[in-house]
């Protein structure tokens, strides 16, 4: 619904959509270009994905149809990772509800309807971390192999921000899992062979784009892409790039709270009940901890 029935929406659609149609133009899939200029906020993946919609369904459906179609890909996508998670941290008593909680609330069916580039990077970040789960809770080891695709493609949509959210969900699973490990708890391997080539993926994936780029853009577009932009942003030092709000210190939060509704209140107390078990000293699961 939504995705076909209407032209470019104002703020990023228009941008997202002139990049992508332009790379599909042009075959450079390595940098973006934003009117014959390096658009250099972000890695290429998400434009490449939609230059590639664009091509093969551009004369069918139309180019902005095409393009913004990769969003609802990607929305369906992370429902599906969404409900594999839960089932493995709950069981299906809870990957259902999780599955239809994130696809009601107004900030998914907002930002996954329009053109932009944070549906993929939330699609690569839920499926690493769900990889990640079958690592730590199943002992599925293998799964750390599509867990480093699943961060590389993370990396390639948006930059370091994608590894770190990924890194966040990683320790809340690893840290407990290691912490079994050293007690003598479960199987004694820790996997340290799966884990290298997962990261070896990672690395020749992202490295071998950003050796690209610094061969086919030069150095002065590589350090501005580098330092200014993904350091820079990443660090709050630079708000040419970012979207930093420094005059609205309470802005995410009141974002949250208008994009998590009518669960917010739900979600809150849940919240709650955590740190009140902790206060308490009542067993706190290290489930519960990982979806804090």
């Known amino acids: 619904m939504g995705i076909f029935n209407h032209d470019l929406w104002n703020s990023d659609e228009p941008r997202v959509a002139a990049i992508s149609l332009e790379m599909s133009r042009n075959g450079n899939f390595i940098i973006p270009y934003l009117a014959g200029e390096p658009f250099i906020e972000k890695p290429p993946l998400h434009f490449a994905l939609a230059a590639g919609l664009t091509r093969i369904l551009g004369t069918t459906i ?10 609802a890909l990607m929305a369906m996508g992370t ?19 999780a599955a239809i909680i994130l696809a009601t609330m107004p900030g998914f069916i907002n930002n996954f309807h329009r053109i932009r580039v944070d549906p993929s990077l939330v699609f690569f970040v839920t499926g690493a971390i769900w990889c990640f789960a079958e690592v730590y809770i199943a002992d599925r080891r293998w799964y750390c192999l599509p867990a480093g ?32 490990r050293i007690r003598g708890e479960g199987k004694p391997q820790f996997y340290a062979g799966v884990h290298g080539v997962g990261a070896l993926l990672f690395i020749i994936l992202t490295g071998s784009w950003m050796v690209l780029f610094r061969l086919k853009g030069g150095a002065d577009l590589w350090n ?14 630079t708000q040419e790039f970012g979207h930093m709000h420094p005059r609205k210190p309470y802005y995410y939060l009141i974002v949250l709270v208008k994009y998590g509704m009518p669960w917010f209140l739900a979600i809150f ?14 067993p706190v699961s290290a489930i519960r901890v990982f979806l804090l």
Not at 79 to 97: C, E, H, I, S, Y
Not at 225 to 234: A, D, I, P, S
């Open 62 to 71: 139309g180019n902005t149809g095409a393009i913004r179609l990769l969003s």
């Open 149 to 180: 695709l699943f961060t590389a493609g993370a990396f390639l949509v948006k930059g370091f921000i994608g590894p770190v959210l990924i890194g966040i969900g990683w320790l809340g699973l690893a840290i407990p899992w290691l912490i079994k």
């Open 269 to 282: 107390f849940w919240v709650w009940s955590f740190f009140r078990d902790l206060l308490k000293k009542r």
């Open 224 to 237: 501005t892409w580098f330092w200014e932009n993904q350091v820079g942003r990443l660090l709050g030092t």
């Open 79 to 97: 429902l599906a990772v969404t409900f594999l998670l839960a089932r493995r941290l709950g069981g299906m008593t809870l990957a259902l509800p």
